[in-house]
């Protein structure tokens, strides 16, 4: 069976400092991946999606980055984080192709910043 | 652009009592609908999802939704609600993106509290 995984589960960190969150699943090939994000009192929204490896498109513009440097690894990224990057971060995968298949999401990252 | 708006942001029932959280989107196709529901400290958890046909969707743990296009909403329901179903509950429009994928765009989520 397949399984996604987060780490770290939670994170404080200051202003400025950089971040790096991973996100990886198990028990498939060849995943989408996608990174949401869910700020304080409002819904989630998609920051970034990728189709496989190397390939990563961005939703929004903002202080983040991401990588997908392995089939089912996708990492969130920043230089200098901002109080406004604080929030719940979520990562995701479904099976490629059909619109209608299910995303998974994993546990998610509580990043606050300082 | 699409979007979902959860007019409720915290619900309180009586266990037993039967519940509908409302969702209401906007979006100019025809649109794919999903519920989740988030636990404390855990992921999403798909509950039922709508794309054609039937208006009527059954889901896990007992719920439903009802698509009304003509309201643009769909609104989630349970006859009776156990304890165990106190949680933050988000509504979504899926769209399209690049590659055949799809772009979900979640509501602001209820939270819903299970009183004795």
């Known amino acids: 069976s397949q399984t996604i995984h987060q780490w770290p589960a939670t994170l404080v960190q200051p202003v400025g400092s950089p971040l790096s969150l991973e996100c990886t699943v198990e028990?498939?090939?060849?995943?989408?991946l996608y990174w949401y994000r869910q700020a304080a009192g409002r819904g989630l929204q998609l920051l970034f999606y990728?189709?496989?490896?190397?390939?990563i498109s961005s939703e929004v513009p903002q202080n983040l980055s991401a990588s997908r440097p392995q089939d089912r690894q996708f990492i969130l990224s920043s230089k200098k984080l901002l109080l406004s990057d604080s929030g719940f971060y979520l990562c995701?995968?479904?099976?490629?192709?059909?619109?209608?298949?299910?995303?998974?999401f994993g546990p998610g990252t509580r990043l606050t910043v300082l | 652009a699409q979007s979902v708006t959860q007019p409720d942001i915290h619900i309180t029932v009586s266990e037993g009592a039967s519940l509908e959280l409302r969702c209401n989107y906007s979006?100019?196709?025809?649109?794919?609908l999903f519920w989740y529901v988030q636990s404390p400290g855990q992921g999403l958890q798909l509950l039922l999802k709508?794309?054609?046909?039937?208006?009527l969707v059954q889901g896990i743990k007992g719920f439903e939704a009802e698509f009304k296009r003509s309201q643009s909403s769909f609104n989630l329901r349970k006859p009776s609600v156990h304890w165990s179903d106190a949680a933050e509950y988000f509504c979504?429009?899926?769209?399209?993106?690049?590659?055949?994928?799809?772009?979900?765009?979640f509501g602001t989520g209820t939270r819903l509290t299970i009183i004795p």
């Open positions: 028990g498939t090939s060849n995943p989408n």
């Open positions: 709508y794309f054609s046909g039937d208006t």
């Open positions: 990728s189709v496989g490896i190397g390939q």
């Open positions: 979504a429009v899926g769209s399209a993106l690049n590659f055949g994928n799809e772009k979900l765009t």
């Open positions: 995701a995968w479904r099976s490629g192709g059909d619109r209608r298949d299910e995303q998974f």
């Open positions: 979006y100019g196709a025809t649109p794919y």
